[in-house]
């Protein structure tokens, strides 16, 4: 089974400054997907970048960017130049990208614990 | 709007209760996913529906039971709601899900039914 580790309960930013979240997951596929969700106070999923395990570029997203290395089975979120409307908790997810008979995920989404993000203007 | 519809979004009731949750998946999305988010926690992934067929199961209490109409849209029924049940509970949707199938991305989620049990 995939398992998503997220080690940073909290994080904190200054407004304008940058911020890494960190993530890990363990897996046996080759062929997955890589989230980061955002969950404002609000609580509403949103999802913030997609990273594809077969592609070796990095995701972007105007301020969000990730940082893929498969080796190491490591997926951190960089957020560049913060808002105080960053302020949520940020959820990491990994997700087969194939599924088939055998007791596989069939496409469920596993998340991390999430990591608070503070940020200070 | 994520296009996912979610009812009722606040739901308030008793131990020993029983409530059904509502989720509506996006147009043409054929599998739902049930998650529970309890108070400062993560996801739990309790159960998958592709076109009316449970897919998956998570952990899901036996007290908990869902399925998925052929309209496609999905219920979750809780019963003999305990208060550790208070939570908040998300529904997803995504266009894939069949079997030997590959996966095209992310899951969209609804805005959530926060339940609480008194």
């Known amino acids: 089974a995939q398992t998503v580790t997220q080690s940073q309960p909290e994080m904190s930013v200054q407004e304008a400054e940058t911020v890494t979240l960190s993530c890990t997951y363990d897996?046996?596929?080759?062929?997955?997907?890589l989230f980061w969700y955002k969950q404002p106070p609000s609580r509403q999923m949103i999802l913030v970048i997609r990273?594809?395990?077969?592609k070796q570029q990095n995701a972007t997203e105007n301020r969000f960017s990730v940082n893929f290395q498969k080796a190491a089975k490591s997926f951190s979120l960089k957020i560049s130049d913060s808002q105080l409307g960053d302020a949520a908790m940020y959820f990491c997810?990994?997700?087969?990208?194939?599924w088939g008979a055998g007791g596989t995920s069939y496409g469920k989404l596993t998340f991390g614990q999430g990591t608070i993000l503070t940020v200070h203007p | 709007d994520s296009g996912v519809t979610q009812t009722p979004k606040h739901l308030i009731t008793a131990t020993g209760q029983r409530v059904t949750l509502r989720c509506s998946p996006r147009s043409g999305d054929l599998s739902v996913y049930w998650y529970q988010q309890s108070l400062d926690q993560g996801l739990q992934f309790l159960i998958q529906y592709y076109n009316g067929e449970e897919r998956a199961k998570g952990n899901i209490l036996e007290r908990f039971s869902a399925q998925q109409f052929p309209d496609l849209h999905s219920e979750l029924n809780l019963s003999s709601l305990e208060l550790g049940d208070s939570a908040l509970y998300f529904c997803?949707?995504?266009?894939?899900?069949?079997?030997?199938?590959?996966?095209?991305?992310?899951?969209?989620f609804g805005e959530g039914s926060r339940l609480t049990v008194l």
């Open positions: 990273q594809e395990a077969y």
């Open positions: 997803a949707s995504s266009v894939e899900g069949e079997v030997g199938g590959r996966g095209t991305g992310e899951l969209f």
């Open positions: 997810a990994y997700r087969s990208a194939r």
């Open positions: 897996t046996s596929e080759s062929d997955y997907y």
